[in-house]
């Protein structure tokens, strides 16, 4: 399409559907009508690119999130459509800059949700038949503002304005069947654009629907409740996102959203399967399911169920499902691993339960031929302690399991899942996440974008990422290290002005920015980073810290409704804001900004902005970490831990462009159990002022009810004493603390010398290549999916 073709087009979209001009059309209506133009232009290629799929063989990806953001921007790209549109709306006197109003599709959490959309792309890009499945939530990830110091959450109606990019098909609609009710799953597709590829894959998001109309007898016998209860009880089924990551609170609702789109997607696939070939009897041939997480491990036994229904038996439909699920794991974390109450499952999926009991028999079945030993026996079985344990029923059916960095596997083989890795070694594997870099690059930084096309005189690094180590040549030519600098710096003045906006907060783009960006979560310490800026405050008064370079910590965070800790971390870091920005001594020095609402559109403006990329999490703690790669590619260094793909980052990129700190993993495992953290609390003052500062009335958590104390009191008594469910300072806050000031404060005096601190950005870009999620995503296809 040329810019003619394409305004033309949005004209009469616009007159037909709204009866507005370009001119006076409101931001919706632009993006509506843009979005239906695009969707025309690309439905007849979209439907064989389905067809193709369909034809061969194919990997379904289950997961409970799909962290889209914003689809406008990247379609236009992968189509090459950016400047085509941005010209036809000019004539108008409009502008694509507008369209940051409309809001993402946030329906997912964090890394888990972000990676599966990242892999849609890079799949999509590379011709891999890929197609993702997952849950239509009405509301995403909540909203957060920062209201005195304190997270509120709003809901995120993000369909308010409509959803232009998906397609509701009625005629693959599934019933699903509880326990104690029935509903309707209607399909809604989104197309997934490659990148300079005729490619569309598909991204299939179910919504609940009551299965039965509305009730109009009950209604007109003035029973109104009644009447509407049953579309109720269905529609909540896909009402809203758990908002926690990283734990499990076994909640009825939550399993039945995991089964509701678990059992709607193999639904989905026996049929389209049974009507191209008229068996299922060769579906493993056809169809690989990957797991994210155990989210979707529901999936398993009701596989099995569905093949018993049509008539195989329990072996013969174990050993197909055997051949179709694979299962990624995210996390080793206890709390995370899902355990259902075998009781609930029961009530909930008494057909399914009926399987999960089969299976169960069939491991201890299995085991015994193996001569194991019979306590260890019922420690690893999928049922046990009147649990049912998903990762364990997934490890036995699947054929592959797989952590998501090098380290992280590393430590499921040798420690988190031991034994079975000891029984199944051929079933391990590793592959280290990636991100996109169309979105994490060619979209989110046009500036650096066309500096690395210009060096390399191709612009083939968009679809080969490995193509940026060529870069390296340039790392002493000071010109090309100055162009890096003056993108930088455009990039910290386009994050400061947008950041006043947004957040009513000014920063200075002379400053360090230093960004810690994720999830709030303790294991990722972003209490760590509060404390170290409150010890550099003390050390910048007592004139023990000198000329240091002046440095914006900027925050972004995300904690869960009910993380009480992370909630009062996230007011923690605002009062030592409003403490340290106050002050007339050090305000020419140091600043603390938390900025709203962090989400993958503002992650697009953060990541290019950052000098320095905080990645500090426990080490042992953080699977791989993914935002880490992000800022990495966009030329920070990583301030970080030997942790997650932090690892695998300097290991590529040279340690001695980094700033890595802290105790390691084997480390750890010697010093926890003796940790005492009183002893450094008494022993050294520094760290002692610091922490006094929780608790001697210097800040304020708000107040809390007669019966509890004050949450900052709880976070000193987290590090000092513990709580009655894990010992003093777990996370090793305190134990690191020291190792990480210094490293904070080396980098600090490294920036001074401008063209030094260049180098190592740019030979952190040279070097990012192995993070590309087509890299990831390749592997997938190649040693596990065999596509
Ligand atoms: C489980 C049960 C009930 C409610 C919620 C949940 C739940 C929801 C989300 C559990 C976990 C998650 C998300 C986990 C997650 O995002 N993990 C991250 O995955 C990334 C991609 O692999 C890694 O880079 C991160 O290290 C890992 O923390």
């Known amino acids: 399409m040329n810019t003619n073709d394409f305004r033309g087009a949005l004209e009469s979209e616009l007159s037909r559907s709204f009866g507005v001009t370009a001119e006076n059309a409101a931001v919706w209506q632009l993006h509506d009508s843009i979005s239906r133009v695009v969707m025309e232009n690309i439905s007849e290629q979209w439907k064989q690119s389905t067809e193709q799929h369909m034809s061969g063989r194919r990997a379904m990806y289950l997961s409970m999130e799909f962290l889209m953001g914003r689809a406008v921007y990247n379609n236009l790209l992968c189509l090459g459509l950016t400047e085509v549109v941005d010209e036809a709306l000019k004539v108008h006197g409009r502008s694509l800059a507008e369209l940051e109003d409309i809001e993402d599709a946030a329906l997912g959490n964090g890394g888990l949700g972000r990676l599966a959309?990242?892999?849609?792309?890079?799949?999509?890009?590379?011709?891999?038949?890929?197609?993702?499945?997952?849950?239509?939530?009405?509301?995403?990830?909540?909203?957060?503002?920062?209201?005195d110091g304190f997270q509120h959450e709003e809901a995120d109606n993000w369909t308010k304005y409509g959803d232009p990019w998906s397609v509701r098909r009625e005629e693959d609609a599934v019933e699903i069947t509880y326990g104690d009710q029935k509903v309707l799953a209607v399909p809604y597709d989104m197309p997934i654009i490659g990148y300079g590829t005729k490619n569309i894959g598909n991204l299939r998001l179910w919504q609940a629907e009551s299965a039965e109309d509305f009730d109009?007898?009950?209604?007109?016998?003035?029973?109104?409740?009644?009447?509407?209860?049953?579309?109720?009880d269905a529609e909540n089924i896909s009402k809203v996102l758990y908002p926690n990551d990283n734990t499990d609170k076994g909640k009825v609702l939550r399993l039945k959203q995991e089964y509701f789109f678990s059992a709607a997607s193999v639904t989905d696939a026996l049929r389209k399967h049974k009507a191209r070939f008229g068996t299922l009897d060769n579906l493993a041939d056809y169809v690989t399911i990957q797991l994210n997480d155990t989210h979707p491990v529901i999936a398993i036994p009701e596989l099995?169920?569905?093949?018993?229904?049509?008539?195989?038996?329990?072996?013969?439909?174990f050993g197909i499902a055997h051949k179709v699920f694979n299962y990624t794991n995210h996390t080793i974390m206890a709390e995370a691993l899902e355990k259902w109450d075998s009781k609930v499952v029961e009530k909930v999926l008494p057909e399914v339960y009926a399987v999960i009991l089969q299976i169960n028999e069939k491991f201890y079945a299995d085991m015994y031929a193996r001569r194991m030993d019979k306590a260890q026996i019922r420690e690893m079985a999928p049922?046990?302690?009147?649990?049912?344990?998903?990762?364990?029923?997934?490890i036995f059916v699947s054929s592959y399991v797989n952590g998501v960095a090098a380290i992280h596997t590393e430590i499921l083989k040798n420690d988190a899942l031991k034994e079975w890795y000891e029984i199944y070694p051929e079933r391990f594997q590793n592959k280290t996440n990636g991100i996109t870099q169309r979105r994490w690059l060619a979209l989110c930084n046009p500036e650096l974008s066309s500096l690395i096309t210009k060096l390399l005189g191709n612009a083939d690094w968009v679809k080969d990422l490995d193509e940026l180590k060529k870069l390296e040549k340039y790392a002493d030519d000071e010109n090309v290290l100055k162009e890096f600098m003056a993108i930088k710096e455009a990039k910290k003045h386009q994050l400061a002005e947008f950041v006043k906006v947004h957040d009513d907060k000014d920063i200075d783009p002379d400053w360090i920015f230093d960004i810690q960006i994720k999830r709030l979560h303790e294991y990722k310490r972003q209490f760590l980073n509060a404390l170290s800026i409150l010890y550099i405050y003390f050390g910048i008064k007592d004139g023990s810290i000198k000329d240091f370079t002046p440095t914006v910590f900027i925050f972004g965070a995300k904690s869960a409704p009910g993380y009480r800790r992370a909630k009062a971390i996230i007011k923690l870091i605002n009062e030592i804001g409003d403490f340290v920005n106050a002050d007339p001594e050090t305000a020419d020095k140091l600043k603390v900004v938390f900025v709203q609402n962090y989400n993958v559109s503002y992650a697009e403006k953060l990541v290019c902005a950052a000098d320095v990329s905080e990645q500090i999490s426990t080490a042992g703690t953080e699977a791989s970490g993914t935002g880490n790669m992000k800022l990495m590619l966009n030329g920070a260094v990583t301030l970080g831990t030997y942790d997650g793909a932090n690892v695998e980052i300097v290991e590529e990129a040279g340690e001695e462009n980094n700033y890595i700190f802290g105790a390691r993993v084997e480390e750890l495992a010697e010093i926890m159990p003796e940790y005492d953290p009183r002893e450094i609390l008494f022993k050294d003052e520094k760290i002692k002022r610091v922490l006094d500062?929780?608790?001697?009335?210097?800040?304020?958590?708000?107040?809390?009810?007669?019966?509890q104390e004050g949450s900052f009191r709880e976070l000193y008594k987290a590090l000092t004493d513990g709580a009655s469910w894990h010992v003093p300072d777990h996370y090793y806050v305190l134990g690191d603390i020291n190792s990480y000031v210094e490293t904070k404060l080396r980098l600090n005096a490294d920036y001074k010398d401008s063209l030094a601190f260049a180098r190592k950005c740019w030979l952190n870009i040279c070097n990012a290549g192995k993070f590309s999620s087509d890299r990831t995503i390749k592997d997938y296809a190649e040693n596990i999916w065999k596509i």
């Open 693 to 707: 500062k929780l608790i001697d009335g210097t800040f304020s958590d708000g107040g809390v009810p007669s019966d």
């Open 304 to 317: 099995i169920r569905q093949l018993i229904a049509e008539g195989y038996t329990f072996d013969g439909a």
């Open 117 to 147: 959309a990242c892999f849609l792309d890079s799949a999509a890009a590379h011709d891999i038949p890929l197609d993702g499945y997952g849950i239509r939530y009405k509301y995403g990830l909540f909203k957060q503002s920062i209201v």
């Open 216 to 232: 109009f007898a009950a209604f007109d016998s003035g029973d109104y409740d009644g009447a509407v209860k049953s579309q109720n």
């Open 383 to 394: 049922i046990g302690d009147g649990k049912v344990k998903m990762a364990f029923m997934a």
